[in-house]
């Protein structure tokens, strides 16, 4: 069973000098692009990133992954008596759960957008049609 297939696709001139400059404006090669508009038309269920979006979930996943990993220390050491003579500022521990909440906002947020990318666009194209 073949695992994909190649498809040919007509463009005038024009189009294909802007898909091919839209392209190398987001450093992806055609192929990519092609296979995330078709995937998002047929409303595949997760978003298919592209390299600069996957550059930005692997930063916010990094980034909660550091947040949670000294969150976890804090917790570890309070809890085994370790740091038994540190004050633990809860204005602090709220300031961080804040920082920790709008980091997965903007995430959820950003993701949303990705998933929705497909409708934005349509919507678009209505205004201008």
């Known amino acids: 069973?073949?695992?994909?297939?190649?498809?040919?696709?007509r463009l005038?001139?024009?189009e294909a000098r802007a898909f091919?400059?839209?392209?190398?404006e987001k450093k992806e090669f055609r192929?990519?692009?092609?296979r995330k508009a078709v995937r998002e038309m047929v409303n595949e269920p997760?978003?298919?990133l592209l390299q600069?979006?996957?550059?930005?979930?692997?930063?916010v996943i990094r980034q909660l992954a550091g947040i949670c990993?000294?969150?976890?220390?804090?917790?570890?050491?309070?809890?085994?008596?370790?740091?038994?003579?540190?004050?633990?500022d809860i204005l602090y521990l709220n300031q961080i759960k804040q920082h920790v909440d709008t980091v997965k906002d903007e995430f959820l947020n950003y993701l949303e957008i990705t998933r929705k990318r497909k409708i934005i666009k349509k919507d678009t194209h209505k205004h201008h049609a």
């Open 1 to 9: 069973m073949k695992q994909s297939e190649a498809l040919r696709v």
């Open 12 to 14: 005038t001139p024009e």
């Open 20 to 24: 091919k400059n839209f392209a190398d």
């Open 31 to 34: 192929s990519v692009l092609l």
């Open 46 to 48: 997760c978003p298919d």
């Open 52 to 59: 600069d979006e996957q550059t930005t979930v692997r930063v």
């Open 69 to 88: 990993r000294n969150l976890n220390q804090v917790t570890t050491a309070i809890n085994s008596g370790i740091a038994r003579d540190i004050h633990v």
